[in-house]
């Protein structure tokens, strides 16, 4: 299975970011476009992603307002599903 991300909508003043580590380095930042999370994982796989959101360009109005939704896809293509 392969796991997409993307947010609804763009913000002038933050910036959301993920990480498949807890580190904030490399960024990925989100955008409006489908992201690969991670690819290929297989049956019972754990996955953790952690997401950091940057507001120091905002203004206390600005934070009253923002809902950012961050969506997920799965997918699996050729996929043969066992049930167990």
Do not use: G, H
Not at 29 to 55: C, G, H, P, R, V
């Amino acid at each position: 299975m392969n796991i997409s991300v993307r947010i609804n909508e763009s913000f002038s003043c933050i910036n959301i970011s993920w990480n498949l580590t807890n580190e904030k380095s490399p960024i990925n930042k989100l955008n409006t476009s489908w992201q690969e999370i991670a690819s290929n994982l297989e049956l019972f796989n754990n996955t953790k992603i952690w997401f950091w959101a940057d507001l120091e360009q905002c203004d206390p109005s600005d934070k009253r307002i923002l809902r950012p939704l961050i969506e997920f896809e799965s997918y699996c293509e050729d996929c043969v599903w066992e049930y167990l």
